[in-house]
């Protein structure tokens, strides 16, 4: 059964370092997707992309936050100067069609720790 | 926007027990209300899912009860086993014309053999 994954399964970093999670979404997938949930708190969107641009963003998502996919499998998230606060699980998803009835398949996960 | 409420946060019940998780929505414009279960070390996983035009779905020992007025819905188990030991979260999309579910927090289930 094809599944979405991520890269590294945890990723530690100091301070104001630059980190690139890597998630490699379902093939025929056309439409990806990052979350985040920082520990003990709900799973929160952060932005939604097609056809190589965002789609959608949410207020975390800040100028910190980019977001590529560079080339026809991988999805990337970089955090370009990661906090304290961006401790956080990662989990990137993908879906067919951004329509609300259709299936969001999520990734593993990446669990970020920032010192 | 919207706002998606969870209980309880954790939940223990001994194998062959029901369990029930309740989730309340804040948009009355939310019209797709999808069910993950999250087992360690994975990603969450859709079980089930109910659209607004629905009361009630049920798929072999899952249900899911949707009340619009309230704005609540819920997740029933019966007959829990061990393998159904995971966090489970409810979520609530459509309001606003957005197709990004607002999650709730989640629940813990433990089933004790």
């Known amino acids: 059964e094809p599944e979405v994954t991520q890269t590294p399964s945890h990723q530690v970093t100091q301070m104001g370092q630059e980190v690139i999670l890597r998630c490699v979404p379902i093939?025929?997938?056309?439409?990806f997707y990052w979350y985040r949930q920082i520990l003990g708190q709900k799973v929160e969107f952060l932005v939604s992309?097609?056809?190589?641009?965002?789609?959608?963003k949410s207020e975390i998502f800040d100028d910190q936050f980019s977001v590529e996919r560079p080339d026809g499998s991988n999805f990337t998230l970089k955090i370009r100067s990661t906090k304290l606060e961006d401790s956080a699980m990662y989990f990137c998803?993908?879906?067919?069609?951004?329509?609300?009835?259709?299936?969001?398949?999520f990734g593993p996960g990446t669990r970020l720790t920032v010192l | 926007g919207e706002n998606v409420e969870q209980h309880p946060s954790t939940l223990s019940v001994q194998e062959g027990d029901s369990a029930v998780i309740k989730c309340t929505y804040s948009?009355?414009?939310?019209?797709?209300f999808p069910w993950y279960k999250q087992e360690l070390g994975k990603g969450p996983q859709l079980i089930i899912d109910?659209?607004?035009?629905?009361g009630e779905k049920k798929d072999q020992r899952i249900a899911v009860t949707l009340n619009k007025t309230a704005k609540h819905f819920s997740l029933h188990i019966t007959e829990t086993q061990p393998e159904d030991s995971a966090v489970y979260f409810c979520?609530?999309?459509?309001?606003?014309?957005?197709?990004?579910?607002?999650f709730g927090r989640g629940t813990s289930l433990i089933v004790h053999p």
């Open positions: 998803a993908s879906s067919v069609s951004p329509r609300s009835y259709n299936e969001q398949f």
């Open positions: 992309f097609y056809n190589n641009e965002i789609s959608e």
């Open positions: 979520a609530a999309t459509g309001g606003g014309g957005s197709y990004i579910p607002t």
């Open positions: 093939s025929n997938h056309l439409y």
């Open positions: 948009d009355s414009a939310s019209n797709y």
């Open positions: 109910i659209r607004s035009n629905v």
